[in-house]
């Protein structure tokens, strides 16, 4: 996991024993041995109450499935979705919400692989056919991809460090909102083949 001060593992205690619990359902994932099945017994089991540990905030993208990924049950995980996981209001607010309402002290910003999103963004900027002001998620997207083209290799394909440079400043913007002070957000990225999940440090 990224590297924490003395006091910021102190401060985080649990929220990092919560990642560690995530990244190990991600190994049972990648293993093919998931520990929950998540059929009707464990909805039912689950309706009365919720008291989930972590936040998940991904992509709209149809092949990454936070419960799935992280072998987490019903009631385990609260997941917010945008295209490029795109830091809205609403998402923002829904963020916010888990950590006053239901005290969930980690939230981990979740990238994936060939992001639909990201790859537009990198299209719009290349061919400067966009205004950004006149397309939200490409106006969103902008800095990132822009960056990133201005930093691979002619070429190269820029998506992989577009897509890391948005799970970096997803984090930072939610590092600085004072109602999400004290949880603990940490960026990942999933890989579409492998299924594994690698967390992104913050440099």
């Not at 990224?2 to 910021?8: D, I, K, Q, R, Y």
């Not at 998540?38 to 499935?65: H, M, W, Y």
């Not at 019903?74 to 923002?92: I, N, S």
């Not at 799970?167 to 083949?193: F, H, I, Q, S, W």
């Amino acid at each position: 996991m990224p590297e924490l001060t003395a006091s910021a593992l102190m401060e985080h205690h649990e929220a990092a024993k919560t990642l560690v619990g995530l990244l190990e359902g991600n190994g049972r994932f990648v293993a093919g041995e998931p520990r929950y099945k998540r059929d009707i017994t464990a909805a039912r089991e689950a309706a009365p109450d919720q008291t989930p540990t972590a936040v998940v905030f991904t992509c709209i993208d149809s092949r990454v499935t936070a419960e799935s990924v992280f072998d987490c049950d019903f009631g385990q995980l609260l997941v917010v979705r945008t295209a490029g996981h795109v830091a809205d209001r609403a998402a923002v607010g829904s963020l916010e919400f888990a950590a006053a309402e239901l005290g969930v002290s980690l939230v981990v910003v979740l990238g994936h692989e060939r992001c639909g999103a990201i790859n537009a963004a990198l299209h719009a900027v290349e061919d400067d056919t966009h205004d950004p002001r006149s397309d939200y998620l490409v106006e969103q997207l902008w800095q990132p991809a822009s960056q990133a083209l201005s930093e691979t290799a002619e070429g190269l394909d820029a998506a992989p460090r577009a897509l890391r440079l948005q799970v970096r400043r997803t984090v930072a913007d939610l590092g600085r909102r004072e109602n999400l002070e004290g949880v603990l957000v940490v960026g990942a990225v999933y890989d579409l083949d492998t299924g594994k999940v690698t967390l992104v440090d913050e440099g």
